[in-house]
């Protein structure tokens, strides 16, 4: 079992719909759960961390995270052709430790 | 600018050569990351510090990979004898204690 699993898509979405996002994790000690989004051939960058359980927003982004069932999502209101891109889970056991990496999920929004 | 710099872009080697790549953190960020990402996978961690001391090691590094962070500012990656399964893109980030990671630019890896 691989330690962050995502849904590798690609995730078809009509312009103005809402993109969601899924992520589960295997290690339960794990505290801190990040989101990046990836443009072909650019480095990951930033979109939210949750740490908590429950709904963390921001803007159009919308994190949620399931301790219980090891589970973290991103939901996207909204969807714009530029949100075209991949979204890779990442998660981190401790405050000091290395992030695991999802192999990411490739969303199209379409016209 | 103040993000995360890596240096070279893009580095195209023949394979046996040695290539390093240099990454400048952002300045109040304490811990460093290397990640090595192949086309459709996400980042797969290398190695990380927390100022100068080299904490962790990923089990797949190669005994070729080597990377130093003297006195806790920019940190060098070095890869001896690459192979073709070296081709990747090369990725740092740097952390301000636990909270969000925050990378640079990347340096991609072609061995020929």
């Known amino acids: 079992q691989k330690e962050v699993e995502q849904n590798s898509g690609p995730l078809s979405v009509p312009e103005g719909a809402i993109a969601s996002l899924n992520c589960t994790y295997s290690d339960r000690g794990s505290q801190s759960f990040f989101w990046y989004r990836q443009y072909s051939g650019k480095s990951p960058e930033l979109i939210m961390f949750i740490y908590s359980n429950g709904d963390k927003e921001d803007g159009r982004f919308t994190a949620q995270l399931n301790k219980a069932s090891q589970y973290v999502s991103l939901l996207i209101r909204d969807s714009q052709p530029s949100d075209s891109a991949t979204y890779l889970c990442a998660v981190g056991t401790g405050t000091a430790s290395k992030l695991t990496f999802g192999t990411g999920t490739r969303l199209q929004v379409t016209l | 600018d103040t993000g995360v710099s890596q240096n070279p872009r893009h580095k195209i080697t023949k394979r046996g050569q040695n290539v390093t790549f240099r990454c400048d953190p952002i300045?109040?960020?304490?811990?460093l990351y290397w990640y090595r990402q192949t086309l459709g996978q996400g980042p797969e961690f290398l190695t990380y510090?927390?100022?100068?001391?080299?904490?962790?090691k990923s089990r797949l590094l190669s005994d070729r990979f080597s990377a130093e962070r003297p006195k806790g500012s920019f940190s060098t990656l070095e890869i001896q004898r690459t192979e073709q399964g070296d081709s990747a893109m090369y990725l740092c980030a740097s952390r301000p204690g636990g909270h969000e990671a925050f990378f640079g630019q990347g340096t991609r890896l072609t061995v020929v």
């Open positions: 300045s109040e960020h304490n811990r």
């Open positions: 510090f927390q100022n100068e001391a080299q904490l962790e």
